[in-house]
């Protein structure tokens, strides 16, 4: 089964609007992380954002927030005022586990992505 | 910037043969991990060092190894190279704060053709 499921293989969005990108994860660990990423067409992967499993309080950095869903198991990434540079590809990603000492850290599950179009 | 260098930047040669790809993680981390990201795979975990010592391995290739050296660099090596090894790879470093959760901030890539 798909650990990360990204069901939008595109978006577009008017420049200034808002947009949601969809992220649903299975998993039975009550400790994981989730992430998102975003690829331009130059190739680099770029963190944007993370959501630990037993944060109250969904996060947010700049333009980006993370509607976390726990019951549902979805952490949707919300980007505000969309600017055309914001067109590239947006991958979903978990981490599972705790490690010794309460630590979390390991290898990361990447969904299909999802690419964003932005028009002006 | 992420911090997080890697070499080549582009890399092309023919199949049979061995390649070493290079990453240097962002000073301070300790952690430092590979992904291939190819069409058909998507991203793929390969493998993971922490301080020089191997932690985890993912879907990875006897055909591959790695290693993470003493000044925390680390190495990909690809031996006998078919064309499905044809991707970017990425090196993406971290570190562990005590009793808290790691961001993988990740390289540039090293985009391999095998011809």
């Known amino acids: 089964a798909q650990k990360i499921t990204q069901t939008q293989p595109g978006m577009f969005v008017q420049e200034k609007e808002a947009v949601t990108l969809d992220c649903t994860y299975d998993t039975s660990d009550p400790s994981y992380g989730l992430f998102w990423y975003k690829q331009p067409s130059s190739g680099e992967m770029i963190f944007l954002i993370y959501q630990g499993s037993y944060d109250q309080q969904n996060a947010t950095e700049g333009r980006y927030s993370l509607n976390f869903q726990k019951a549902r198991k979805s952490a949707n990434l919300v980007i505000s005022a969309s600017q055309l540079g914001d067109s590239a590809m947006y991958f979903c990603a978990m981490r599972e586990g705790l490690n010794a000492g309460g630590t979390s850290y390991g290898k990361l599950t990447f969904g299909q992505g999802t690419i964003l179009t932005v028009h002006p | 910037d992420s911090g997080v260098t890697q070499t080549p930047k582009h890399l092309i040669t023919a199949t049979g043969q061995r390649v070493t790809l290079r990453c240097s993680p962002r000073?301070?981390?300790?952690?430092v991990y590979w992904y291939q990201q190819s069409l058909d795979q998507g991203l793929q975990f390969l493998i993971h060092y922490y301080n020089g010592e191997e932690r985890a391995k993912g879907n990875i290739l006897e055909r591959f190894s790695a290693q993470q050296f003493p000044d925390l660099h680390s190495e990909l090596n690809l031996s006998s190279l078919e064309l499905g090894d044809s991707a970017l790879y990425f090196c993406a470093s971290s570190v562990v704060p005590q009793g808290g959760s790691d961001t993988q901030y990740f390289g540039p890539g090293t985009r391999l053709t095998v011809l």
């Open positions: 000073s301070g981390d300790l952690s």
